[in-house]
């Protein structure tokens, strides 16, 4: 059978890109035209939604900072009572640090926060390179029926007015943003504090937007009011002063098809100052009502895009005469190195990984392809070594956590698990953590006739729960050499688990000392479910009265229950380990089911009723990982 050669794979790829290659190119010379004017579109509308968005950005780093001086006002003037000069003190200070207020005033309503004080309304306004004065609260003026007051008065929040002549203080064209003044607990008015923009600022701002050639921006209040624009012509209306009626188009006026939303617009309209269609992108600044409309004359790209079709057009036909011959060589040039790459891949798939490849001799796919299957070949190598490191390691980490657990069980009474049988007294207990290393704690000793022990559950699990758990024990242990009450060792751990608890952590524990002789049991509870009291008789659950979890307060009270056990009586103390164990539908192990497991338990010996009950607890639960820590403390009073 006769072998296909390389340079067959050639002439067949000479063959099939050049053929296609000339439909292809006729076809982008008919689609170019209209390939180009989706891109302007796309271009144009990037372009002018940019500058419509860092306009009104900056616009509202601005206005920003003028609401936050104005709201600081009102809130030093409501909370904490300044007399007048202090009051004009402030507003003088916030015009000093803030160049782009024109003016500021505190407007009162008459007699509310200061009982004596009527109508008063300092004005401080900028004027020749300094600051002036006037005094608002004049009856010529009377603030009380201006839209800055009476609006903010009437919506209960602030509120930018619309554009006006100020004629009682600075005597030009701004805007003003108020900030109604509260006082008292049903927050009633009492009055409102001021920060003027004068509108030749927003003018400045607005000359500075350079888009295309002739691409210009404006600013449009809510109700079509143009408040700053480069060149009234431009404008849909003849803008001559601000104090007339003149108005543009809204946004959806602009176009029809947009809805009113505060979400920046684009859209495509005719031009309203010159023949054509415009591209114009709107965008909403912040809570003043207003809009930066940006608008890009159409006409201006026509022409780069007649130009750019001619040129491309030229090149196309060039490439129309040039293709199939060079179509035919580069192949045969590029196809040549794939032998020798081909050779050495088929060694690499035998396994051997140390087979040379070639240099890659162009930076090209083939060349690229080259390196690629070079550094494969070295990442693989590398991969094997990092294999056999990484699983040594793993090794060496699952080597540590155990040593972990272990220590961690150290920490406890009998090493997480205990069964002692003494004259006067019998005890079970058992921690089974629900990963390596868990959050649960218990730890009993025994000072002469008195039998100290602990039950805890610390809020998270895993290798953070293990720790606060050994800080926990280790703390129950230091105190319990100063032989405290349950009470006072609760208070003191609590204190010190408060210091430095940056992650929030917390244990619920329950504390308690048993006098071996008499039965007197006292106990204290820091957040921890009830234990169980089980007697010849009955089961219940021994009321311990609840106080906050360790950790969580500094100071926090906790307080001794006392009480005598009967002879013979067992004491049941648990974690939510055992009450909430899920078993398979999801159901929960609960209180109920514990309650009512030992209440018809005839076992009354520590030891095998903890064997039983974490049997059962299995038996239910089988078929389903733990999900949380296990711990339980049983212990009897009386003699065996």
Not at 201 to 222: C, M
Not at 401 to 410: D, G, L, N, V, W
């Amino acid at each position: 059978m006769k072998t296909v050669s390389f340079r067959s794979l050639g002439a067949r790829l000479s063959y099939w890109i050049a053929l296609p290659g000339l439909l292809v190119l006729i076809s982008v010379l008919g689609t170019n035209y209209y390939l180009s004017r989706g891109l302007l579109e796309y271009y144009v509308g990037e372009l002018a939604q940019a500058t419509a968005a860092s306009t009104a950005y900056r616009l509202e780093t601005v206005l920003s900072r003028v609401e936050e001086n104005a709201d600081a006002l009102a809130l030093l003037v409501s909370s904490v009572h300044m007399d007048e000069t202090q009051i004009r003190t402030t507003i003088r200070a916030i015009l000093s640090n803030d160049r782009h207020i024109f003016g500021m005033t505190v407007a009162l309503e008459p007699h509310v926060l200061y009982p004596g004080i009527g109508r008063f309304s300092p004005y401080y306004y900028r004027k020749d390179g300094g600051f002036a004065y006037a005094d608002l609260a004049v009856d010529d003026y009377d603030y009380e029926k201006w839209d800055w007051y009476t609006r903010p008065k009437e919506a209960n929040r602030p509120l930018w007015s619309k554009p006006y002549l100020d004629t009682g203080g600075g005597g030009v064209l701004m805007t003003t943003y108020s900030t109604p003044v509260r006082v008292g607990d049903d927050h009633r008015f009492a009055g409102v504090a001021t920060a003027d923009l004068a509108l030749d600022w927003l003018q400045d701002v607005v000359r500075r937007i350079h888009i295309v050639e002739t691409g210009f921006g404006y600013i449009v209040t809510s109700d079509g009011t143009v408040i700053a624009q480069p060149n009234p012509k431009h404008i849909p209306a003849p803008l001559e002063s601000l104090r007339g009626e003149q108005k543009v188009s809204t946004r959806r006026g602009l176009n029809p098809d947009v809805e009113d939303s505060r979400e920046p617009r684009y859209f495509y309209s005719p031009c309203h100052y010159q023949p054509g269609m415009c591209w114009t992108a709107v965008d909403a600044l912040g809570r003043t009502g207003w809009d930066v409309v940006i608008v890009a004359p159409e006409k201006e790209l026509i022409a780069d895009i007649d130009a750019l079709t001619t040129r491309i057009s030229i090149v196309a036909a060039s490439g129309l005469l040039l293709l199939p011959l060079v179509v035919v060589l580069v192949t045969r040039w590029l196809t040549k190195p794939l032998s020798l790459l081909a050779q050495a891949t088929r060694d690499i798939g035998a396994g051997n990984l140390d087979t040379r490849l070639p240099d890659p001799v162009r930076r090209d796919e083939i060349g690229s392809l080259t390196t690629d299957f070079s550094l494969m070949r070295n990442s693989l190598k590398n991969y094997l070594v990092e294999l056999r490191e990484t699983t040594a390691k793993q090794e060496r980490l699952e080597s540590e956590i155990q040593i972990a657990s272990e220590i961690q069980r150290s920490m406890l009474s009998g090493a997480g698990h205990a069964d002692v049988v003494q004259d006067d007294y019998q005890l079970y207990a058992l921690l089974r953590p629900a990963r390596s290393v868990g959050g649960d704690l218990y730890y009993y000793r025994r000072y002469g006739d008195e039998l100290h022990f602990i039950i805890g559950d610390v809020s998270d699990k895993g290798v953070p729960a293990a720790l606060f758990m050994a800080e926990a024990i280790t703390l129950y242990t230091g105190a319990l050499g100063e032989r405290l009450s349950p009470a006072k060792i609760l208070s003191r751990m609590n204190d010190a688990l408060c210091l430095n608890n940056d992650a929030c952590m917390f244990v619920t524990a329950l504390c308690g000392r048993l006098q071996t002789r008499t039965g007197d049991l006292d106990m204290a509870n820091a957040g921890h479910m009830y234990p169980l009291l089980k007697t010849s008789g009955q089961t219940t659950k021994l009321v311990v009265e609840v106080g906050t979890a360790l950790g969580l307060r500094e100071d926090a009270p906790y307080a001794d229950v006392s009480l005598q056990l009967p002879p013979d009586s067992l004491l049941l103390m648990y974690t939510d380990g055992i009450t909430e164990a899920f078993n398979a539908g999801g159901e929960l192990y609960s209180e109920q089911r514990l309650m009512e497991f030992v209440g018809v338990s005839e076992v009354m010996r520590p030891g095998p009723l903890g064997d039983a009950l974490i049997q059962d607890v299995e038996g239910f639960s089988v078929g389903t990982d733990q999900s949380d820590d296990i711990t339980l403390l049983v212990i009897r009073y009386g003699e065996p």
